[in-house]
């Protein structure tokens, strides 16, 4: 079997995602309003004000806003993400989210290195991550796709369709 070095792109693009990622730091709650739980070792579930995310993170009616390395997350309500990797895996709900930053979307790695803004959308028939401004890199699929202000990506095909910010909450943040 021969060996066959993968093409320079996309090299350089895991480099880069590698070194994004190797710069992360543990998520940190910084605000909560209403019903913001995290879960501890043992599976169980606490109310949080702030504080270093070590398992979980879910809200209620409420919402968080946790920094990731330099970068901020806002969760939505009725919303649910996990620690993995000293990286914010956002599982399932409303996230809004300001780069530079690295997390992962339903195990996916995405990593924005420049500043920008994406929504995430990851309850209902929908799960996509839109970007509002920037761009981002994201692990899809066994692929790296890069998508840019103005795009959206859906999770399940991994198409590309243009997008247009229409609802309030995320225009609001």
């Known amino acids: 079997m021969r060996f066959r070095p993968a093409p320079l792109h996309l090299a350089l693009t895991l480099a880069a995602m ?3 990622s190797s710069l992360a730091a543990a998520p940190t709650l910084e605000r909560a309003q209403g019903r913001v739980e995290t879960q501890r070792a043992g ?3 606490t ?5 270093e995310i070590t398992q979980g993170l879910r809200t ?14 806002t969760v939505g ?4 993400l996990r620690r993995y990797l000293d ?5 399932q709900g409303r996230f809004y989210l300001r780069g530079p930053v690295a997390v992962h979307v339903q195990g996916n790695h995405l990593v ?6 994406l929504r995430a959308d990851l309850d209902g028939p929908v799960r996509r991550v839109a970007l509002l401004s920037g761009q981002a890199r994201l692990d ?13 990506i859906d999770l399940r095909s991994g198409q590309i369709t243009p997008f247009q910010e229409t609802d309030p909450w995320y225009a609001a943040q």
């Open 140 to 152: 899809l699929l066994g692929q790296i796709v890069t998508v840019r202000a103005g795009q959206q």
């Open 87 to 91: 990286e914010a895996d956002l599982l």
């Open 18 to 20: 590698t070194h994004a």
């Open 43 to 45: 599976a169980t579930w």
């Open 112 to 117: 924005m290195d420049r500043p920008g803004a």
């Open 60 to 73: 209620g009616a409420g919402r968080a806003d946790l920094r990731a390395d330099t970068g901020q997350i």
């Open 47 to 51: 109310p949080q004000a702030t504080g």
């Open 77 to 80: 309500s009725v919303s649910h």
